[in-house]
């Protein structure tokens, strides 16, 4: 049975429908998905602090600007006792170094290759 020219017109007919009817759908759901979006930045937004004045920012330390302090370290020893002892038990909870003696810089020794595998020839 062959559909005659009339009944196919009015299928592609219904079918340019619904074409039509999916893609103003999926315009609103696009539209709705922009304006929920919208929405909810400006709730956060209305939830966060206010940015600081000017007079509120940081100022550099009438000393002049901090400086970075370069020295080397040496451990703590952890001291010997029969006693389980607690962080808050080891130099009042300090973190765990002190200044060392020497303040010199270690230096590769002529020779070394300076490194685990930086290709140098090591010392033999």
């Known amino acids: 049975m062959h559909a005659s020219g009339a009944e196919s017109a ?63 370290r040496e451990p703590d020893e952890m001291p010997r006792s029969d006693d389980r002892l607690l962080p808050h038990d080891l130099h009042g909870g300090s973190s765990g170094s002190r200044t060392g003696t020497s303040q010199d810089r270690p230096r590769w020794e002529e020779g070394g290759s300076g490194g685990f ?4 020839p090591g010392r033999h």
């Open 10 to 72: 009015d299928l592609a007919a219904s079918r340019g429908t619904i074409g039509i009817g999916l893609v103003v759908v999926a315009v609103l759901v696009v539209g709705l998905l922009i304006g929920l979006f919208t929405l909810g930045s400006r709730r956060v937004r209305r939830g966060d602090s206010p940015r600081p004045h000017p007079d509120e920012q940081p100022r550099t330390p009438e000393e002049g600007p901090v400086r970075e302090a370069r020295e080397r």
């Open 117 to 120: 595998g930086s290709g140098g």
